[in-house]
T-cell receptor
Framework: NAGVMQNPRHLVRRRGQEARLRCSPMKGHSHVYWYRQLPEEGLKFMVYLQKENIIDESGMPKERFSAEFPKEGPSILRIQQVVRGDSAAYFC??????????FGPGTRLLVL | RKEVEQDPGPFNVPEGATVAFNCTYSNSASQSFFWYRQDCRKEPKLLMSVYSSGNEDGRFTAQLNRASQYISLLIRDSKLSDSATYLCVVTPSSASKIIFGSGTRLSIRP
C-alpha cells in the first residue's frame, strides 16, 4: 500500500513562472491537505480538499495560489507568477474522513 | 495568543536522559491531539495520538490535561535517534483543519 506521493520532489522556477505541485493520496483516502513550511519554521496550513470540493482554504494566499482535487487524478497546488518568497517545502497529507493525517515526502520549491 | 504554542528549544540532553515537552492550546473545545516527529528535511510522521486517559508507547508517554489546556510528551532513556523536531498537533472542534505547533527541537548527545 503506497503512501502519499508527491511530485516533483524538487522544483526550480524563475520569478514569474508557474509552479505545479502534485499529490496522490493514500489509497482509500478522500481528504487532502496542503501545508507550507518555510526554512526553520513550522508547518502552515494552506487548504483542505475533498474530491472536487474545497472545504477550507483559509490558509491560502488570496492571489496566485489555487488548489484542486479532481474526481480523477492527483490533487494539484498551483502557484502562478512565483516570487522568491514562495521558496519553501510544500507538504501534502491525506486522511480517511478527518482522522489521522499521513504526509507525503514534500516538494521543495526554489524560486530563483 | 497562538492557537498552539510550543517551546522551540533546542533541548540538548545526554543519551539516556529523560526529557519532557509541553504544548498549550487555546481552544478549549479542541477534540483530538497528536504528537508528530519531523526529521531534518523530511515529512512529519505520526508519533502517537494523545488520549484523555494518557497513553504510553515504549519509551514515549503522552498526557492530556484539559483543565489546563496542555499536552505533554515524555521520552525516557533517550536515544541518539530521538533527535528531531517534535510537533504538537491539535484538532479544533470544527475539525476542518488541524493546527500544528511550531515544534520543539530535541538534540541527543552521546
Amino acid at each position: 500500500n503506497a503512501g502519499v506521493m508527491q511530485n516533483p520532489r524538487h522544483l526550480v522556477r524563475r520569478r514569474g513562472q508557474e509552479a505545479r505541485l502534485r499529490c496522490s493520496p493514500m489509497k482509500g483516502h478522500s481528504h487532502v491537505y496542503w501545508y507550507r513550511q518555510l526554512p526553520e519554521e513550522g508547518l502552515k496550513f494552506m487548504v483542505y480538499l475533498q474530491k472536487e470540493n474545497i472545504i477550507d482554504e483559509s490558509g491560502m494566499p488570496k492571489e496566485r495560489f489555487s488548489a484542486e482535487f479532481p474526481k480523477e487524478g492527483p490533487s494539484i497546488l498551483r502557484i502562478q507568477q512565483v516570487v522568491r518568497g514562495d521558496s519553501a517545502a510544500y507538504f501534502c497529507a491525506s486522511s480517511i474522513q478527518q482522522e489521522t493525517q499521513y504526509f507525503g515526502p514534500g516538494t521543495r520549491l526554489l524560486v530563483l | 495568543r497562538k492557537e498552539v504554542e510550543q517551546d522551540p528549544g533546542p533541548f540538548n540532553v545526554p543519551e539516556g536522559a529523560t526529557v519532557a515537552f509541553n504544548c498549550t492550546y487555546s481552544n478549549s473545545a479542541s477534540q483530538s491531539f497528536f504528537w508528530y516527529r519531523q526529521d531534518c528535511r523530511k515529512e512529519p510522521k505520526l508519533l502517537m495520538s494523545v488520549y484523555s486517559s494518557g497513553n504510553e508507547d515504549g519509551r514515549f508517554t503522552a498526557q492530556l490535561n484539559r483543565a489546563s489546556q496542555y499536552i505533554s510528551l515524555l521520552i525516557r532513556d533517550s536515544k541518539l535517534s530521538d533527535s528531531a523536531t517534535y510537533l504538537c498537533v491539535v484538532t479544533p472542534s470544527s475539525a476542518s483543519k488541524i493546527i500544528f505547533g511550531s515544534g520543539t527541537r530535541l538534540s541527543i548527545r552521546p
